[in-house]
Each structure stands twice: as structure tokens, then as C-alpha cells.
């Protein structure tokens, strides 16, 4: 069975940093791609980051480039996301999905994330 | 930022038949990207519905199809159950904007 298990939200602080990370298991992590997408409290939903199954090619949505780096452990089965400079607009929960052939067909259940002061 | 409109809702009784469209433009649907489709129930994560445009994965319900044409898609629901009432949202790929995947503006549905 496809897991994936977010962790790592948690209340931050304007311009503060977090590192979320997902657990994966039940397949072969090395052979997908891996991105989150995250969801405002009452919003839709954004894709955020993705990264391929090698770590060789990351891409960004445009409202966090330099300031989240999405990484991954392939020995772990791991996801990562770095984020820095956090801003009050990043509150979000945010999901672990894989990749596959441009959509995600598997999601984790998500970990909250809040900036404020 | 989303870039695919979708109705912000639609109802219907049970054992309706309810549409929801997904409207994009000449660099996501238009552009001959596929269209896919979620399902989120309250408080739960997003779920895969519809992918390459109109394919279900092993477990959904044959109620649900999808279709696409020119810059739109659209979802259908016929047989409209209780448990459908959730937010549907589509997603696309989109070869301008400041990110690669992009999502529709979700849709709640309402069984009355």
C-alpha cells in the first residue's frame, strides 16, 4: 500500500524557516517524481515544487523560488522541503504527492503550516 | 494563482446528473495538455479522480467521466450520491506561467 506521511508543520514566525518532510513507502521512491502542493485555509489548491527521481531537476512555483529548496534522500524514501523566509501568505497546509506522467496520483494527508506573529 | 476557472458550485439530487467545467487557455488545455481531476472530501487530502482526460484509476466509480475539447474539460456525475459531495478540482500542465502544474479554482458539490 501507497504512504506518504507529512511531518514537520508547525507554528513559525514571519521570516522564520521550517524543513517538512515526507515519509514514503509501498512502492519504489526511486522511481518517481515527487513534488507538494500546498492549500490555503479555505483556498484551492498550488502546486509548489517538484523534483525528479534522481534530485538532478527541481522546479519552483514563482512566489517561492529562493526561498523553499525541495530536496530528497532516496536511501530514506524520504521528501524534504526547506523553506526560508517564511511570509504570512505561506500558511497553507501543505501535501506530499507523487508524480506520475503529469498528474499526482497519490497524496499524503498533509501537515499544517502557520506564520504569524 | 489559479488559471483554470472552474464554478465555484453545483448541485444537484440524488440521482442526478451534475456537470463541472474546467476552463484554460491556448498554454494549458488549449495548448493539448491533459486535464486531470481530484476529489477532496472534508478534511481529507485530494484524491485522484480522472487522469489523462477522461481514464479512472482502479476504484472509482464508473459515475464519474471525463472529457475534454479545445481549452475546456468537464467532469460529469451521473447518479449523484451523498458521499459525492465534496470540492473537485482539475489540473493541468501549463507551458507560461510561473509554475508547471497548475489547478482549477475547485468546485463544491452540493447533494441537495
Known amino acids: 500500500e501507497v504512504q506518504l506521511v507529512e511531518s514537520g508543520g508547525g507554528l513559525v514566525q514571519p521570516g522564520g524557516s521550517l524543513r517538512l518532510s515526507c515519509a514514503a513507502s509501498g512502492f519504489t521512491f526511486t522511481t518517481y517524481w515527487m513534488s507538494w502542493v500546498r492549500q490555503a485555509p479555505g483556498k484551492g489548491l498550488e502546486w509548489v515544487a517538484n523534483?525528479?527521481?534522481?534530485?538532478?531537476?527541481?522546479y519552483y512555483v514563482d512566489s517561492v523560488k529562493g526561498r523553499f529548496t525541495i530536496s530528497r534522500d532516496n536511501a530514506k524514501s524520504s521528501l524534504y522541503l526547506q523553506m526560508n523566509s517564511l511570509r504570512a501568505e505561506d500558511t497553507a497546509v501543505y501535501y506530499c504527492?507523487?508524480?506520475?506522467?503529469?498528474?499526482?496520483?497519490?497524496w499524503g494527508q498533509g501537515t499544517l503550516v502557520t506564520v504569524s506573529s | 494563482q489559479s488559471v483554470l476557472t472552474q464554478p465555484p458550485s453545483v448541485s444537484g439530487a440524488p440521482g442526478q446528473r451534475v456537470t463541472i467545467s474546467c476552463t484554460g487557455s491556448?498554454?494549458?488545455?488549449?495548448?493539448?495538455?491533459?486535464v486531470h481531476w481530484y476529489q477532496q472530501l472534508p478534511g481529507t487530502a485530494p484524491k485522484l479522480l480522472i487522469y489523462?482526460?477522461?481514464n479512472r484509476p482502479s476504484g472509482v466509480p464508473d459515475r464519474f467521466s471525463g472529457s475534454k475539447s479545445g481549452t475546456s474539460a468537464s467532469l460529469a456525475i451521473t447518479g449523484l450520491q451523498a458521499e459525492d459531495e465534496a470540492d473537485y478540482y482539475c489540473q493541468s500542465y501549463d507551458s507560461s506561467l510561473s509554475g508547471l502544474y497548475v489547478f482549477g479554482t475547485g468546485t463544491k458539490v452540493t447533494v441537495l
Open positions: 491556448s498554454s494549458n488545455i488549449g495548448a493539448g495538455y491533459d
Open positions: 489523462g482526460n477522461s
Open positions: 504527492a507523487r508524480g506520475v506522467g503529469g498528474w499526482f496520483d497519490y
Open positions: 523534483i525528479k527521481q534522481d534530485g538532478s531537476e527541481k
